[in-house]
């Protein structure tokens, strides 16, 4: 009996804390965040391929190079024009290079992060 009443107790909190879970989430609108955080993780991990291939192009060249002079010389094998919704430029200079991963959001006011690495290898995001 014991038992019986301690497995309804746990029933009955896991239900509340269920209603509270998904109260929160309409309440947040959060319906595209699960995508929009895996879109994220793929573009940092794309910024830090490209800055990769930028000092490995440095490395034999002495030099650092546009995302198309990384393609046309072997470092970058797989071309990536974008992600979802996120497309990258690149800019180089002597001493350094700074890649950029600038978001388009869909709708107006929905806010999205861009996010750019330079030769540190830090991935940051931008204002």
Not at 6 to 35: Q, R
Not at 84 to 101: C, E, K, L, M, P
């Amino acid at each position: 009996m014991r038992a019986l009443m301690s497995l309804a107790a746990m029933i009955i909190v896991a239900g509340i804390g269920y209603w509270i879970y998904i109260s929160n989430l309409k309440a947040s609108g959060t319906t595209g965040a699960p995508a929009q955080a895996i879109s994220t993780v793929g573009v940092k991990s794309d910024l830090l391929s490209f800055a990769q291939a930028e000092r490995v192009y440095q490395a034999n060249h002495g030099s650092f190079a546009s995302l198309d002079e990384l393609y046309s010389s072997g470092a970058l094998t797989v071309r990536k024009l974008g992600r979802a919704r996120y497309t990258y430029s690149s800019n180089t200079s002597a001493d350094g290079f700074t890649i950029t991963a600038r978001c388009q959001p869909q709708a107006a006011g929905a806010a999205c992060p861009s996010f750019s690495i330079d030769q540190t290898l830090q991935v940051q995001q931008l204002p």
